[in-house]
């Protein structure tokens, strides 16, 4: 079951984020989970690199735009699902300010991914598989919630989280 996290510095220095309340719904709307379907879709479209997909919805929850991880495909260490995703919609849109759009992940977002989210003002963050060694949304680093920073985006973690997980444990694990 996934879980909401909201406001600035919500664990900021404890447990992993959703440490204490992992498995419980805290308002998680339904189009999350049909979201995290068509990442889940986008990151199996990927399969010489680690399949994470992303995909940025607009206020209407209309798509703006997709992506899955490239690194490998372009040689470019910048080349995550979420950048690339990030990048577009904000093309389509012809805004680098993503007021309003939900960025909906498969994988919890690494510290570049994290930060550019913050930097392009995304409104909600929503992603489905914790990563301990990297992420920074709780799991290793609270970026998103620093209160540092001039925003701070409402967050749903482990929306089909075991789906998610299967398919970059699928991955790794021939």
């Known amino acids: 079951m996934a879980q909401r996290e909201r406001g600035p510095g919500a664990h900021a220095g404890r447990e992993p984020v959703g440490a204490e309340r992992r498995g419980v719904s ?3 709307r339904p189009e999350h989970e049909l979201w995290m379907r068509r990442a889940l879709d986008v990151a ?7 399949p994470v997909g992303a995909v940025v919805y ?3 929850g209309r798509e703006l735009a997709a992506a ?5 495909a372009t040689g470019d260490p910048t080349a995550h699902a979420e950048i690339l995703a990030l990048r577009r919609a904000a093309a389509r849109s012809g805004e680098w300010r993503l007021d309003g759009c939900t960025l909906v992940v498969t994988l919890e977002p690494c510290t ?6 913050v930097l392009a003002r995304v409104s909600t963050l929503v992603f489905g ?4 060694k990297t992420g920074a949304v709780g799991s290793l680093w609270d970026v998103v919630r620093d209160r540092r920073l001039n925003h701070r985006p409402d967050v ?3 929306v089909l989280e075991q789906e998610c997980a299967a398919m970059l444990r699928g991955f790794f694990r021939p």
Do not use: H, K, Q
């Not at 570049?112 to 989210?117: E, H």
């Open 26 to 28: 805290l308002g998680v």
């Open 44 to 50: 199996a479209t990927s399969p010489a690199d680690v």
């Open 58 to 60: 607009d206020a209407r």
């Open 68 to 72: 899955g991880n490239e690194r490998e």
């Open 112 to 117: 570049m991914c994290a930060g550019a989210l």
């Open 129 to 132: 598989a914790w990563e301990p």
């Open 156 to 158: 749903y973690a482990g």
